[in-house]
């Protein structure tokens, strides 16, 4: 075993060492999460009636909890090898700069045009969709990532991509939008007067900016509507947390080229296929009893889905085509403070993760947004990355960790999963910068409303 300070600052894997299979958690989970439910007859979804809405073989991963591994199209690896392996970075500068004990490492997927890990899913996404002969995909984007990385996905196999973008974003945040362009997907403001919930929207409430229930709505109906379309998901679902699960795997590979164990492994959960793939061998460990690791999820305390939400069934997404889901949420219909600058907005979290916050295997943190964007801060100056707000939340819970391991002189390992770059973030810092972000927390009110629309299964 080599000692600590032979460790590199960045852990590399090569091209031959990338996982040659995903690795299926809920294989190895003794209770599975809870079935998904059809939206109309609330039974249990089957392969039919889930390959209407998904690809054939993605509504197969989605339903498989038997197969620990399902191996990787070789297209899928080739394109994989663009930017993967990605780095696993010893944080050495910030544990200097803290004076803590402990080891950071940090995971980071910001390496590829998209600037994010999405990408790891996008491409399998596109990838199964071309198999499968169809013309094209729909989606809808917020701010945009999951449109990017899908358009670039698309683009690679010759797929035609519809993104149906909240009309906000579109006009404010224009440089995602251009990015998708280029890689020639169409991209509409949503609402929009090309489909009939789109002109519907917009008849009753003219020069709104839109939303993502909305776009969502679009994008279903487009998809649907158009014979050789179907509509993709960028994260929630279990097919997306198994393509993730690229990403703890080339993490234990590289940890193991050391000989290191950690102690804590942490990652920020909107709908949780980061947190998910991050944490997935290392909870497999966990669940057949071979390794005891802390798995910590860290979430804005103004959408707090696994730390105050209810776990139940619920719609998947605000379209209601997608089937039910049990899961923490805080309910379908809430929407977050419209100053929420930090991402992870999802009201939901998958399946699995939320059975195994049930179980007690997988922690839950909550952090208001100005602590996150301070950490966000610190981190930029220190060890060179400008990140993502959303990836900025395992900044800040792996920054705690830290100093409680300088209070105890515990020399723990931590790892968190970096999940992105904030190039194209900046609006968000400069309210930060100009001090005029404001943290809001939900009450327990405000929370009972939305949960009260919960489906009656
Ligand atoms: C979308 C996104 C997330 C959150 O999505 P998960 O499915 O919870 O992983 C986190 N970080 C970045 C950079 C993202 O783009």
């Known amino acids: ?16 060492e990338m996982p040659e299979a995903w690795y299926n958690f809920r294989a190895d989970m003794e209770k599975k999460p809870a079935p998904l439910l059809d939206p109309k007859t609330h039974q249990p979804a089957t392969l039919d009636m889930l390959s209407q ?19 990787i199209p070789q297209e899928i690896r080739d394109f994989y090898r663009m930017s993967r392996p990605s780095p696993l970075v010893r944080a050495y500068c910030l544990e200097k700069q803290l004076g803590t004990p402990a080891k950071i490492y940090y995971k980071f997927e910001g390496n590829n045009t998209s600037g994010s890990h999405k990408l790891n899913s996008a491409i399998a996404q596109a990838y199964y969709a071309k198999k499968q002969g ?60 090309t489909t009939e919930i789109g002109k519907k929207i917009l008849a009753e409430h003219p020069g709104t900016g839109g939303s993502l229930g909305c776009a969502v709505s679009e994008a279903v109906e487009c998809a649907v509507t158009n014979e050789g379309y179907r509509y993709v998901l960028g994260s929630v679902l279990n097919q997306v ?23 804590v492994i942490i990652g920020c959960a909107g709908g949780g296929s980061n947190l998910g793939g991050l944490i997935a061998p290392f909870v497999g460990e966990r669940l057949r009893g071979e390794a005891d690791y802390r798995l910590l999820a860290v979430e804005p305390a103004s959408c707090p889905s696994l730390t105050r939400g209810k776990y139940a069934y619920d719609y998947a997404d605000t379209g209601m085509i997608c089937p039910l889901a049990k899961m923490y949420t805080i309910g379908a219909d809430y929407i977050p403070a419209p100053n929420h600058a930090g991402g992870l907005r999802y009201h939901g979290m998958n399946t699995a993760l939320s059975e195994l916050h049930a179980q007690g295997i997988l922690e839950a943190v909550s952090y208001q947004q100005t602590e996150v964007f ?64 404001q943290n809001y927390v939900p009450t327990d009110e405000e929370l009972a409303k939305s949960l009260a629309k919960l489906p009656q299964v």
């Open 1 to 16: 075993m080599a000692k600590n300070n032979e460790i590199p600052y960045k852990i590399y894997l090569t091209e031959s």
């Open 53 to 71: 809405v998904f690809c054939r073989e993605l509504a197969e991963q989605e339903l498989n909890d038997t197969d620990r591994y399902i191996p």
């Open 134 to 193: 169809l013309k094209g995909v729909t989606t809808e984007t917020g701010a945009g990532q999951w449109g990017t990385a899908l358009s670039m996905a698309c683009s690679y196999f010759d797929l035609d991509c519809k993104v149906f973008m909240v009309k906000v974003s579109y006009e404010q945040k224009p440089f995602r939008r251009e990015v998708m362009r280029t890689y020639g997907a169409s991209v509409t403001p949503s609402p929009s007067e």
């Open 241 to 263: 947390v198994l393509h993730q699960s690229v990403i703890g795997l080339e993490t234990k590979a590289a940890l193991e080229k050391y000989g290191i164990k950690p102690d």
């Open 374 to 437: 301070a950490a966000a801060e610190q981190f930029a100056r220190i060890e060179g990355i400008l990140p993502a707000p959303e990836s900025s939340h395992a900044i800040r819970a792996a920054i705690d960790e830290a100093m409680k391991c300088k209070e105890t002189g515990e020399e723990k390992t931590i790892v968190f999963g970096l999940t992105g770059t904030g190039y194209f973030d900046l609006a968000g810092y400069a309210k930060y910068n100009d001090g005029e972000l």
